[in-house]
């Protein structure tokens, strides 16, 4: 297709999470097939770091609230004749970049659902006049859309990706050596954020540690992620977990560790959006020990892993004993998971998400256009 210019909007993830990953997968993705991209991302934030390592501009600027209009002209300066497309990620880059863009004449104006909507009558009025296409990256994100009161013609479901190559080549984190734990026994590892509404999960997972250890399975799991450990340490301890359940901190290696391990486990208890992290436990040949919410249940299935009720410890155990007895069992799954992950390339994702700016494109030039006659599933 036609090299376009593309502007990817990140000015409020001081952070590192799942929408942060997905935009510094998809930016050098769009560079290395002709585009030119950038992407604004607040200074000394962990997207400009790693993007420092790609050939992707960053442009720094900070969106501290919905309405902060003190960044209106910033934001059209930066975009003064420059894009085709301007795309954002997050609530609070919306607005203000949003209006900017359509300020500009910006040909195609995007945003990503990355998780389950809530729209009130403002943000529904807000999408109609500033946006052009909504992205689900999941296809419960895009039925939650619907049922939101989004029009069908504007949702478009662009799965996300991850480079499965990269996963399954890293060599184990030495990390059973590091800590003790014996070569035989079943490990179980889980990645993500620490949070005070436990939406990932964790302490369900350490409880079904300890009725698995319970029951005479010489079981260990790690956790890995940033946030505010106490409270997931005082649950280890109270146990009496501590040489079996580790909290790790955050970590730059989590391909090595999820190599180290048995299986990989997302307890999550809210609905994610999609599950990068059960992807990427895939992409290691891991099975993984999933909860049944969200798009989790679009990437997990009964022949590479578990999909569970949430907040259930003792659905989990038994999972954990199920794989510990039957190491062939495991050994399965984990091929069929390689194989599973597969389907979920970022070349593919990224693909399609080119085609959805082309459509849009060439509606805005020449009227209508279906976007599934163009290979992108919409949610008519």
């Known amino acids: 297709m036609t090299a376009l210019r593309v502007l990817h ?9 799942g929408i942060e990953r997905h ?22 934030s962990p997207i400009e770091q790693r993007l420092r390592e790609s050939t992707v501009r960053t442009i ?3 969106i501290t609230r919905l309405h902060d209009w003190g960044k209106l002209l910033p934001f059209m300066r930066a975009m003064r004749g420059r894009y085709d497309v301007v795309h954002t990620h997050q609530g609070w880059d919306r607005m203000v970049p949003g209006v900017a863009a359509y300020l500009r004449g910006v040909r195609a104006v995007v945003m990503s659902q990355h998780a389950a909507p809530k729209f009130r009558a403002s943000g529904l009025l807000l999408q109609r006049i500033l946006y052009d296409g909504i992205v689900a990256v999941s296809g419960v994100v895009g039925r939650l859309l619907l049922e939101n009161g989004i029009s069908p013609e504007r949702v478009f479901v662009v799965q996300n990706g991850i480079d499965v190559g990269r996963w399954r080549s890293e060599p184990p984190t030495p990390v059973r050596k590091q800590l003790s734990i014996p070569s035989d026994a079943f490990l179980v590892v889980g990645a993500g954020r620490l949070s005070t509404d436990q939406d990932k999960g964790f302490a369900f997972l350490v409880r079904a540690l300890a009725l698995a250890r319970r029951r005479g399975v010489n079981a260990f799991c790690l956790i890995a992620g940033r946030g505010d450990p106490l409270p997931l340490k005082n649950l280890i301890a109270s146990l009496d977990l501590s040489p079996f359940a580790i909290y790790l901190g955050e970590r730059r290696d989590i391909p090595g560790l999820f190599a180290a391990a048995n299986a990989v486990a997302t307890p999550s208890t809210l609905p994610e959006g999609f599950g990068y992290s059960a ?18 249940t679009e990437i997990v299935t009964s022949k590479v892993g578990y999909l569970l009720p949430p907040g259930d410890p003792e659905a989990i155990s038994h999972a954990i004993e199920d794989l510990a007895a039957d190491r062939d069992k495991c050994r399965r799954m984990g091929e069929a998971a390689l194989a599973r992950a597969n389907q979920f390339s970022l070349d593919e994702s990224v693909g399609k998400l080119e085609r959805v700016y082309e459509c849009i494109l060439n509606r805005s030039d020449n009227g209508t256009e279906s976007f599934a006659s163009r290979g992108v599933e919409s949610c008519h």
Do not use: F, K, Y
């Open 23 to 44: 935009i510094c997968d998809v930016a050098p993705a769009l560079a290395a097939r002709g585009h030119e991209v950038a992407v604004v991302c607040p200074p000394g």
């Open 279 to 296: 992807l990427e436990g895939l992409a290691s040949g891991r099975p993984v020990i999933a909860s049944r919410v969200g798009g989790l």
């Open 60 to 62: 720094p600027l900070t």
């Open 9 to 17: 909007v990140a000015s409020n993830l001081p952070r590192w999470g």
